[in-house]
């Protein structure tokens, strides 16, 4: 397993705080669609929902129109792998199709 280090540096003005689910989802399909070098999720827990369903679409038509697109998902090891998940499937499937864009790490809670 690879392991990746790296510290993210925002000016409070550039962090917004969305308190409705809808209205987060939103601004993550904003994001990915507006993504121009690179996508970065990091996320306890993918769904298996619609929402996260649609979210790999979003994913999948951004690497699909920009071969210059970078995607990084940072997900919970221990969730990530403990079931099968079919929205998440999907996203180990774009991982699968552009290795080199597409990077999937997996991070432990606890000892």
Do not use: C
């Not at 510290?7 to 399909?29: C, G, K, M, T, W």
């Not at 079931?83 to 290795?99: I, Q, S, T």
């Amino acid at each position: 397993m690879k392991l990746m280090s790296s510290i993210v540096r925002a000016r409070a003005a550039n962090v917004s705080v969305h308190l409705e689910p809808a209205a987060f989802y939103d601004q993550i399909v904003h994001g990915i669609r507006n993504a121009k070098q690179r996508i970065s999720l990091a996320t306890l827990y993918w769904g298996e929902g619609e929402r996260e369903m649609e979210l790999v679409k979003h994913l999948k038509h951004a690497l699909e129109s920009s071969s210059q697109l970078q995607a990084t998902l940072l997900v919970d090891g221990s969730r990530a792998k403990r079931w099968n998940n079919p929205a998440f499937a999907e996203v180990k499937r774009l991982a699968d199709a552009y290795p080199s864009r597409v990077n999937i790490g997996y991070f432990k809670v606890g000892g």
